[in-house]
């Protein structure tokens, strides 16, 4: 057995140091290797902006936790939210039953989201409401005596979770689709939008697009996009006015739009939905991540009263599919509290600080030798760098900076907890550009 513990922090008790070893050769965490897996790190609590260690440090966290902690861990109102309701029942089926969170919880999301999105499936993540979303067209086409319409197009560069249907609409490079080349969805791809954000609009970013759109609308079920930000796939945001042509073309051909909003999603980019950048509303959007403030895993697939009813009218009478832990009480209690402090309004004035001290902050990094690129919108801040990082170098110089950012490739990304403050915007900021001096921490190309 591999004991290698090099480079694990010191100061921990005998228990916690056995604990990790365990972790080190039994557990697997995301895609990592079980053979030379890069060390983590003991988490022993959280609270607030902060991740505390257990070998001592504490850590302002950057990623909230993958995008999904909006007010902060360890949150009162989202404590009891849970506690509330544990007491009363933490879960039942959905078959058959139902209960008050989930009903608050669809009724806000039809709310909240772009107009026409009457109907919501609760699902467990963000991968299977991108699941229903696929089958949610498949199944429409169906109904509509068009089964010919059964192939989903999308873009390159693209992310939407790691299941089949949903790993086959993700980048074929990125998601390595060589190695699943015969059970994946064939599907078909467009070049990534090129107009970042804030550049100049020009119409011959969606000409491939547009070209694909006419040539296989007949075969075509759905488009699906990550509206605004590419995430996953790049961290690269690209001009609204793509995302509005998306919309005319899935229109002029007939084609259902599907938009991913499961990392964008409420506030993030300094709109609501980042839909609203581009003023449109999809047929189906899929909502997850930061459903319940990053308390539990959620997951809702929205779509129009038209797509819905064709669906029931269709021959199988219903939508196919049913997971276990459907709509669980406990997540849509604190998805409740949760977007009843998001609707408190106070995440418009904590992203556009984030986005201002981004901007003075991150943006100036172009001029570093090791920097191709920087961007900021809203809540996310990226530098991309010339070299891949040396993740475990450069993850050990951030826990000692008293950081937690864990980049990918050679982009080192932050979007923050929204409570997250000056004093603390600046320190994740400030650690970015020391590593970035470190040759340590970065690959040689
Ligand atoms: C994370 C993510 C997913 C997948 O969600 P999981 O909860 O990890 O299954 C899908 N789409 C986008 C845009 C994401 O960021």
Same mark, same amino acid.
């Given at each position: 057995? %591999?004991?290698?513990?090099?480079?694990?922090?010191?100061?921990?008790?005998?228990?916690?140091?056995?604990?990790?070893?365990?972790?080190?050769?039994? @557990?697997?965490?995301?895609?990592?290797?079980?053979?030379?897996?890069?060390?983590?790190?003991?988490?022993?609590?959280?609270?607030?902006?902060?991740?505390?260690?257990?070998?001592?440090?504490?850590?302002?966290?950057?990623?909230?936790?993958?995008?999904?902690?909006?007010?902060?861990?360890?949150?009162?109102?989202?404590?009891?939210?849970?506690?509330?309701?544990?007491?009363?029942? %933490?879960?039942?089926?959905?078959?058959?039953?139902?209960?008050?969170?989930?009903?608050?919880?669809?009724?806000?999301?039809? +709310?909240?989201?772009?107009?026409?999105?009457?109907?919501?499936?609760? %699902?467990?993540?963000?991968? =299977?409401?991108?699941?229903?979303?696929?089958?949610?067209?498949?199944?429409?086409?169906?109904?509509?005596?068009?089964?010919?319409? *059964?192939?989903?197009?999308?873009?390159?560069?693209?992310?939407?979770?790691?299941?089949?249907?949903?790993?086959?609409?993700?980048?074929?490079?990125?998601?390595?689709?060589?190695?699943?080349?015969?059970?994946?969805?064939?599907?078909?791809?467009?070049?990534?939008?090129?107009?970042?954000?804030?550049? +100049?609009?020009?119409?011959?970013?969606?000409?491939?697009?547009?070209?694909?759109?006419?040539?296989?609308?007949?075969?075509?079920?759905?488009?699906?996009?990550?509206?605004? @930000?590419?995430?996953?796939?790049?961290?690269?945001?690209?001009?609204?006015?793509?995302?509005?042509?998306?919309?005319?073309?899935?229109?002029?051909?007939?084609?259902?739009?599907?938009?991913?909003?499961?990392?964008?999603?409420?506030?993030?980019?300094?709109?609501?939905?980042?839909?609203?950048?581009?003023?449109?509303?999809?047929?189906?959007?899929?909502?997850?991540?930061?459903?319940?403030?990053?308390?539990?895993?959620?997951?809702?697939?929205?779509?129009?009263?038209?797509?819905?009813?064709?669906?029931?009218?269709?021959?199988?009478?219903?939508?196919?599919?049913?997971?276990?832990?459907?709509?669980?009480?406990?997540?849509?209690? =604190?998805?409740?509290? %949760?977007?009843?402090?998001?609707?408190?309004?106070?995440?418009?004035?904590?992203?556009?600080?984030?986005?201002?001290?981004?901007?003075?902050?991150?943006?100036?990094?172009?001029?570093?030798?090791?920097?191709?690129?920087?961007? @900021?919108?809203?809540?996310?801040?990226?530098?991309?760098?010339?070299?891949?990082?040396?993740?475990?170098?450069?993850?050990?110089?951030? =826990?000692?900076?008293?950081?937690?950012?864990?980049?990918?490739?050679?982009?080192?990304?932050?979007?923050?907890?929204?409570?997250?403050?000056?004093?603390?915007?600046?320190?994740?900021?400030?650690?970015?550009?020391?590593?970035?001096?470190?040759?340590?921490?970065? *690959?040689?190309?």
């Amino acid at each position: 057995m %591999s004991t290698n513990l090099r480079s694990l922090p010191l100061h921990m008790n005998n228990k916690q140091t056995e604990k990790l070893k365990f972790d080190k050769n039994h @557990v697997w965490h995301p895609y990592t290797s079980m053979v030379n897996p890069l060390p983590s790190y003991l988490v022993e609590s959280a609270q607030g902006v902060h991740i505390n260690l257990a070998s001592g440090e504490k850590l302002v966290d950057g990623m909230s936790s993958w995008w999904s902690v909006l007010h902060g861990y360890n949150h009162p109102e989202l404590n009891k939210a849970l506690v509330t309701q544990s007491d009363k029942f %933490s879960h039942v089926m959905f078959g058959g039953l139902t209960h008050e969170p989930a009903i608050d919880l669809c009724n806000t999301l039809i +709310e909240l989201t772009p107009s026409g999105l009457n109907k919501v499936f609760l %699902s467990d993540s963000g991968s =299977v409401s991108v699941e229903v979303a696929l089958k949610m067209s498949l199944q429409y086409w169906h109904s509509k005596n068009k089964p010919e319409k *059964h192939k989903i197009l999308t873009v390159k560069n693209g992310y939407h979770g790691d299941t089949f249907a949903a790993m086959a609409v993700c980048d074929p490079v990125n998601g390595m689709h060589q190695l699943f080349e015969p059970v994946l969805m064939k599907n078909l791809f467009a070049p990534a939008p090129t107009i970042a954000f804030h550049q +100049e609009w020009n119409d011959t970013d969606v000409e491939e697009l547009s070209a694909m759109f006419a040539k296989h609308h007949n075969e075509i079920a759905a488009f699906i996009i990550e509206p605004i @930000v590419q995430g996953a796939g790049g961290m690269r945001m690209y001009h609204p006015n793509y995302l509005k042509a998306c919309r005319d073309l899935c229109d002029q051909y007939n084609v259902l739009m599907i938009v991913d909003e499961i990392a964008t999603g409420l506030g993030r980019t300094g709109k609501l939905f980042a839909c609203e950048w581009a003023d449109i509303s999809p047929d189906i959007i899929c909502l997850g991540k930061t459903l319940t403030g990053g308390y539990m895993t959620l997951a809702a697939t929205l779509c129009t009263d038209e797509i819905a009813n064709s669906i029931s009218n269709g021959e199988a009478g219903c939508f196919m599919h049913g997971p276990t832990f459907m709509g669980n009480p406990l997540a849509c209690a =604190v998805a409740n509290a %949760s977007l009843a402090i998001l609707k408190r309004n106070q995440w418009q004035q904590q992203i556009s600080t984030m986005e201002r001290m981004l901007k003075d902050q991150l943006l100036p990094l172009i001029n570093h030798v090791r920097v191709k690129d920087t961007r @900021v919108l809203g809540g996310i801040g990226v530098v991309e760098a010339t070299e891949n990082v040396n993740m475990e170098a450069i993850q050990k110089r951030f =826990v000692e900076m008293g950081v937690w950012i864990r980049p990918f490739g050679k982009l080192i990304y932050i979007m923050p907890p929204f409570i997250t403050n000056e004093e603390q915007l600046t320190l994740l900021n400030n650690a970015i550009g020391k590593v970035l001096d470190d040759d340590t921490c970065f *690959h040689r190309n």
